[in-house]
């Protein structure tokens, strides 16, 4: 199954996902969490929610999605999933899920819950310190340890790919095609 998604992921990141993207899912620990109350919990109001495709949304626009009891968030051009400011109030009673990368090369992924990091990886830190800064990811250490920056002959979006697939796995929240060009209610930047 991990191999399957990953090549789905590594697929989507090569042919429909642009160079700076953030994806969040926040999943509540008990019932559902609507758009509305995600917009809230991030400082919005829901009546400033327009519908459009994540693609077309203006840089560091939120386009957001219900998806079963979690709310899913595609950000293009920014990083809100790394902002405290953001991340903690949104992961109260939730864990939140965050893939962010940019044209740069930055990446990071987190995993949030009720206002704090609990797990992480950088691919730039350390192979050494990946396992313990999983934290709950670790079941999933050995996907993170295949991946090489230095290897020339890896796909570059591997890492991409890799989240992606954690994320879904965990959250049965997929990121494909249909949801990056479906209209979505979308939250104008933050």
Same mark, same amino acid.
């Given at each position: *199954?991990?191999?399957?998604?990953?090549?789905? $992921?590594?697929?989507?990141? /090569?042919?429909?996902?642009?160079?700076?993207?953030?994806?969040?899912?926040?999943?509540?620990?008990?019932?559902?969490?609507?758009?509305?109350?995600?917009?809230?919990?991030?400082?919005?109001?829901?009546?400033?929610? #327009?519908? *459009?495709?994540?693609?077309?949304?203006?840089d560091?626009?939120?386009?957001?999605? /219900?998806?079963?009891?979690?709310?899913?968030?595609?950000?293009?051009? %920014? &990083?809100?999933?790394?902002?405290?400011?953001?991340?903690?109030?949104?992961?109260?009673?939730?864990?939140?899920?965050?893939?962010?990368?940019?044209?740069?090369?930055? &990446?990071?992924?987190?995993?949030?819950?009720?206002?704090?990091v609990i797990?992480?990886?950088?691919? =730039?830190?350390? #192979?050494?310190?990946?396992?313990? %800064?999983?934290? +709950? *990811?670790? +079941? =999933?250490? %050995?996907? &993170?340890?295949? =991946?090489?920056?230095?290897d020339?002959? /890896?796909?570059?979006? $591997?890492?991409?790919?890799?989240?992606?697939?954690?994320?879904?796995?965990?959250?049965?929240?997929?990121?494909?095609?249909?949801?990056?060009?479906?209209? #979505?209610?979308?939250?104008?930047? #933050?």
């Open positions: *199954m991990a191999a399957e998604l990953i090549a789905l $992921y590594t697929e989507i990141a /090569q042919t429909v996902l642009p160079d700076d993207v953030c994806w969040i899912v926040v999943q509540p620990l008990t019932g559902t969490l609507t758009v509305e109350e995600a917009v809230t919990r991030l400082g919005g109001r829901p009546e400033e929610l #327009r519908r *459009m495709p994540a693609l077309d949304a203006a560091e626009a939120l386009s957001l999605g /219900q998806a079963a009891d979690c709310v899913a968030i595609l950000q293009i051009g %920014g &990083f809100a999933g790394l902002l405290p400011e953001l991340m903690e109030p949104l992961s109260a009673g939730a864990r939140v899920w965050v893939a962010s990368w940019d044209v740069n090369a930055d &990446f990071t992924m987190l995993l949030w819950a009720d206002g704090e797990g992480g990886w950088d691919p =730039y830190e350390s #192979r050494e310190g990946w396992t313990a %800064g999983l934290g +709950p *990811m670790a +079941p =999933y250490a %050995g996907l &993170f340890h295949a =991946y090489d920056l230095d020339d002959a /890896q796909d570059a979006r $591997y890492r991409h790919a890799v989240c992606l697939a954690v994320i879904e796995s965990e959250s049965g929240v997929r990121l494909d095609q249909e949801w990056i060009r479906q209209e #979505r209610p979308t939250l104008p930047g #933050r």
